[in-house]
């Protein structure tokens, strides 16, 4: 049985910043693409991944994860988080935000019927809040 092969972190380091890719990385190491993946997140060099909690607060099925409402929520939170996704994915997500927000509506989720429009309360909107947060990190930029 031979030794585990390890990952140098400055070779790893200037083979990212060359812009190698993983399945490149690890067939160079001799590791697996999950070795590599494990060794960049260690040395910094992965790049943060974005909390989409405050967006989308509830337990989704996995039927409703990737729905109309979940994915523009995630992309209006990306965009709050100065990552805003694709330019068309991004006004898809405003115009239908801005949309329930004009009709005083808001989304629930439930987890056997999915996402549903209701009245917004009056003390405001869970889909307005993630919406303004969204605007306002679009237009620090």
């Known amino acids: 049985m031979g030794r ?3 990952i140098d972190r400055r070779e790893l380091a200037r083979l990212v910043a060359e812009g ?13 693409e999950s070795g590599v993946l494990q060794a960049k997140r260690a040395a910094g060099l992965a790049k943060p991944m974005l909390d989409h909690s405050r967006a989308v607060p509830w337990k989704l099925a996995r039927e409703h994860s990737q729905s109309g ?18 330019a068309e994915r991004l006004n898809t997500a ?20 999915g996402f549903s429009e209701i009245p917004a309360a009056p003390a405001g909107s869970h889909v307005a809040a993630v919406l303004a947060a969204a605007r306002k990190a679009l237009e620090a930029r």
């Open 4 to 6: 585990k092969p390890t």
């Open 20 to 32: 190698m890719n993983v399945q490149d990385l690890a067939a160079h190491f001799g590791v697996s």
């Open 69 to 86: 409402p979940a994915t523009n929520l995630r992309n209006l939170s990306a965009a709050a988080q100065g990552k805003p996704p694709a």
């Open 94 to 113: 405003l115009r239908w935000a801005q949309r329930l927000v004009d009709a005083g509506l808001d989304v629930r989720y439930d987890a056997a019927e």
